[in-house]
């Protein structure tokens, strides 16, 4: 078992930053890839960066490719995901997730393949 919190969502001007951060307990954290995903309202829950087990391998949605940045901290059993130059479509609740599977190198941005999910922190980017 694997247990998410996040925190860190906020309203905030277009073009400014925020840093989420994602706390988690269980004992099969550091052994998992994790990532970050957003939802809309009235869209699909969408892929937005994930990186594996070991911070390596990261992997980002076109949309939010060299502005957002994923790290983790195992020592400090946290995710995080740095999001600069924010845009007004940024707008959405932004879930962590734990990805099925123990020392994977491969991150995937299919959210079938996560088990385990925070209860999501609202991001607003105001134009």
């Known amino acids: 078992q694997v247990q998410l919190v996040e925190s860190g969502g906020g309203l905030v001007q277009a073009g400014g930053s925020l840093r989420l951060s994602c706390a988690a307990s269980?004992?099969?954290?550091?052994?998992?890839?994790m990532g970050w995903f957003r939802q809309a309202p009235g869209k699909e829950r969408e892929f937005v960066a994930a990186?594996?087990?070991?911070?390596?391998?990261?992997r980002y949605a076109d949309s939010v490719k060299g502005r957002f940045v994923i790290s983790r901290d195992n020592a400090k059993n946290t995710v995080y995901l740095q999001m600069n130059s924010l845009k007004p479509e940024d707008t959405a609740v932004y879930y962590c997730?734990?990805?099925?599977?123990?020392?994977?190198?491969?991150?995937?941005?299919?959210?079938?393949?996560?088990?385990?999910w925070g209860q999501g922190t609202q991001v607003t980017v105001s134009s």
């Open positions: 997730a734990a990805m099925r599977g123990i020392l994977t190198r491969y991150v995937s941005p299919d959210p079938n393949e996560y088990d385990y």
């Open positions: 269980g004992r099969t954290f550091i052994s998992r890839a």
């Open positions: 990186l594996n087990w070991s911070g390596g391998n990261p």
